[in-house]
Nanobody, 119 residues
Framework: VHLVESGGGLVQAGGSLTLSCAAS????????????MAWYRQAPEKERELVAM???????KYGDSVKGRFTISRINANHTVYLRMTNPKLEDTAVYYC??????????WGQGTQVTVTS
C-alpha cells in the first residue's frame, strides 16, 4: 500500500488550503481497508506531531494547535483522506505527512508535502 499526498504549497496567513492523500496498492495481493488515517507534520528542528486523525467510522481527533481551524475528512470507498486548513498561521509551516493504519499490513506513511504559510 502506498500513500501519495498532494495539495501542498504556499498559502497566505488567514487563507485556506486543502491537502489530499490517496492510498493505493494491495494487502499482499488482496483488497485493503484502512482503520485510522491521519495527518502529521514536522517543522524544522521540531518533532513530528499529530495534526488530525480520523477513524473508519469518521470519529476525529485534533491537535490542540489546530482545533477549530483545520478539518479532516475521508472517503473510505477510494481510500482518500483530506485536510482542510483554514485560517493558517505562520507556525503551521511544516512538512505534512499522511498516515494510514492498514488492516493486515500495518502503518504506512506518505512522502510528505511542504506547506509554507506566508504573511
Amino acid at each position: 500500500v502506498h500513500l501519495v499526498e498532494s495539495g501542498g504549497g504556499l498559502v497566505q496567513a488567514g487563507g485556506s488550503l486543502t491537502l489530499s492523500c490517496a492510498a493505493s496498492g494491495s494487502a499482499f495481493g488482496n483488497p485493503f481497508s484502512i482503520n485510522n488515517m491521519a495527518w502529521y507534520r514536522q517543522a524544522p528542528e521540531k518533532e513530528r506531531e499529530l495534526v488530525a486523525m480520523i477513524n473508519e467510522a469518521g470519529r476525529t481527533k485534533y491537535g490542540d494547535s489546530v482545533k477549530g481551524r483545520f478539518t479532516i475528512s475521508r472517503i473510505n470507498a477510494n481510500h482518500t483522506v483530506y485536510l482542510r486548513m483554514t485560517n493558517p498561521k505562520l507556525e503551521d509551516t511544516a512538512v505534512y505527512y499522511c498516515f494510514a493504519d492498514v488492516y493486515g499490513v500495518g502503518q504506512e506513511w506518505g512522502q510528505g508535502t511542504q506547506v509554507t504559510v506566508t504573511s
